[in-house]
């Protein structure tokens, strides 16, 4: 189970859009969730709907031993729960001075939840304080959402010293993820910070933006999260590719941990796969573009497609090359016995990005990658070996004797008839 905080003292950054619209897409993808309210204002419980004043637990019970946490948990679907807040919830840091209320509370009480959730998600105050406290010393991880606003790093220090001392109180890592929020792309200042949050997180940036989306805040308005209002709307593609992300950096740190405890002359452990199981209800047509492959062990697509055909015979090797869909370019890479699959490029400074295996038995990987309109190179990785892709003929020569493959992307978005994605070229 992966426990997340969400968290900022600064208001107005998205912190309680992101904790629902992300839980729900978690749960959109089959991942059984929990969304723990821990901010007194409830704006995540009436977020879905929940009309916390006519219950009579809520999240201020996780902090009463004798309650039972799992009768705390209201059920919003098959795959996402919640444990909604009150404002009585205010009163556990007032009552400080006459009752003591340990750090630990929430943690401790989450040893106690007997359904198995895959992810819990933990929305926390605007300030830092005692139930901000409890939600990071439950959780592993801590999102920080951010705002291109000129404030926006300021107050960050304050969570990082607080972050620093759960971290030598538990005397255990906490992992953290900075995310760009109500993101607008052809502002100069939103990627002037933007490209100030990469210099100060790196690697913990995540590649997803939320854009600023008038229909996230629509659907809050109704008490739904972006998944049940409008998923042909970029909010919902933006929290898709956000859970999706999230996804992919646990298999990459399960493999380094996986390598780290193995001893030097045990054999390589392989990258884990994610389970894909069908979903309750079909993506829009975006997300489900033609497939793609290239193979690491054959020399040519006509190999490639002959030793697959009964395999996958439905997929025509003219149409196996990148694709360009609504959220950006789909690579696909084809090999069952591939342990690990890597794309990189000039669009992501050449920092190799993990394809998600979403057939083990045909051996089918992809990821989508946002790419500005030009003309790229890239090349995949695969099992620790540089290849360029056998289905995209178009290759370069690069400055240490190899080649490259090449693609164009147009600026134009691709083609929709009747709700569905026209048959364009991937530009």
């Known amino acids: 189970m992966r426990a997340i905080a969400i968290a900022n003292q600064k208001g107005g950054c998205g912190k309680t859009t992101t904790a629902i619209n992300l839980s729900a897409a978690l749960a959109f993808l089959q991942k059984k969730t929990l969304l ?3 901010d007194p204002q409830g704006h995540a419980t009436c977020g879905l709907g929940i009309q916390a004043e006519f219950l009579e637990r809520t999240s201020y019970n996780l902090f009463d031993p004798t309650s039972s946490v799992n009768d705390l948990i209201v059920p919003i679907n098959e795959h996402l729960s919640l444990i909604p807040t009150y404002v009585i919830l205010s009163q556990i840091e007032q009552e400080q001075g006459t009752r003591t209320y340990s750090r630990e509370c929430v943690a401790k009480r989450l040893l106690e939840v007997t359904e198995p959730y895959d992810y819990v998600v933990i929305d926390s105050p605007p300030h830092i304080g005692l139930l901000t406290a409890n939600a990071f010393f439950a959780a592993g991880e801590v999102i920080i959402p951010i705002e291109p606003s000129f404030f926006s790093l300021h107050g960050l220090a304050k969570i990082f010293e607080t972050i620093d001392l759960v971290q030598k109180l538990r005397n255990k890592k906490i992992r953290l993820h900075a ?12 990627r002037e910070i933007q490209e100030e949050v990469k210099k100060y997180f790196h690697d913990q940036t995540f590649l997803t933006a939320i854009d600023e989306n008038v229909r996230l805040k ?24 956000l859970a999706i992300e999230l996804i992919e950096r646990g298999l990459i740190w399960q493999a380094e941990e996986e390598l780290e405890v193995s ?26 573009p033609q497939l793609e492959t290239e193979s690491a062990a054959l020399s040519s697509p ?12 439905d997929i025509d090797p003219k149409e196996l090359k990148p694709r360009k869909v609504l959220s950006g370019i789909l690579f696909s890479f084809l090999n069952p016995k591939a342990a690990a699959v890597l794309v990189a490029g000039d669009f992501n400074r050449w920092v190799a990005e993990p394809l998600l295996l979403i057939d083990a038995e045909v051996g089918l990987w992809q990821k989508i990658v946002s790419m500005e309109p030009g003309t790229h190179h890239y090349k995949f990785l695969v099992d620790d070996v540089w290849q360029t892709d056998p289905f995209n003929q178009v290759t370069q020569p690069n400055p240490y004797g190899g080649f490259d493959s090449i693609l164009t992307v147009d600026s134009s978005p691709p083609g929709y008839e009747n709700g569905k994605e026209a048959k364009t070229g991937t530009g």
Not at 303 to 313: F, G, I, P, R, S
């Open 179 to 190: 995310l760009m929020t109500r993101f607008e792309k052809r502002m100069r200042l939103a």
């Open 36 to 38: 723990i309210d821990l």
């Open 218 to 241: 629509e659907a809050a308005a109704v008490g739904k999260s972006i998944v049940d209002f409008d998923r042909n709307s970029v909010g919902f593609r933006n929290y898709i590719n």
């Open 302 to 313: 006509l190999e490639l497609h002959c030793t697959l055909e009964h395999q996958v015979a």
């Open 263 to 288: 001893a030097p002359s045990a054999p390589k452990k392989t990258v884990p796969v994610i389970p894909i199981v069908p979903l309750a209800e079909p993506l829009p047509a975006a997300f489900h």
